[in-house]
Nanobody, 121 residues
Framework: VQLVESGGGLVQAGGSLRLSCVAS????????MGWFRQAPGKEREFVAV????????LYADSVKGRFTISRDNAKNAVYLQMNSLKPEDTAVYYC???????????????WGQGTRVTVSS
């Protein structure tokens, strides 16, 4: 199983980025996919999760209304559209796979290598 994130970069506050995560080696369409992030000096935290059919999503309060998670099962991909970015969104963003619709990291057992997002003020 391999998860590969892309789309990170440097952006000014108020800007947007779209992260992508492409999966291989698994039956993507039946998996729950989540996004997590780890800011410098902080623990990794939940950002968003989407159910296998895309009908259910859940967001951390800190990103609700600004970030949107989506998926394209035909492309084995999950996305995170990030709008109205703030300096506190600066982090390495990871996608991960679970069989459970959950915000708990312990329920995810495959992780990507991460993509770095830096938001300047």
């Amino acid at each position: 199983v391999q998860l590969v994130e892309s789309g990170g970069g440097l952006v000014q506050a108020g800007g947007s980025l779209r992260l992508s995560c492409v999966a291989s080696g698994l039956t993507f369409s039946t998996n729950v996919m989540g996004w997590f992030r780890q800011a410098p000096g902080k623990e990794r935290e939940f950002v968003a999760v989407i159910r296998w059919d895309g009908d259910n999503t859940l967001y951390a309060d800190s990103v609700k209304g600004r970030f949107t998670i989506s998926r394209d099962n035909a492309k084995n991909a999950v996305y995170l559209q990030m709008n109205s970015l703030k300096p506190e969104d600066t982090a390495v963003y990871y996608c991960a796979r679970s069989n459970i619709f959950s915000s708990t990291q312990g329920n995810y057992y495959y992780w990507g290598q991460g993509t770095r997002v830096t938001v300047s003020s």
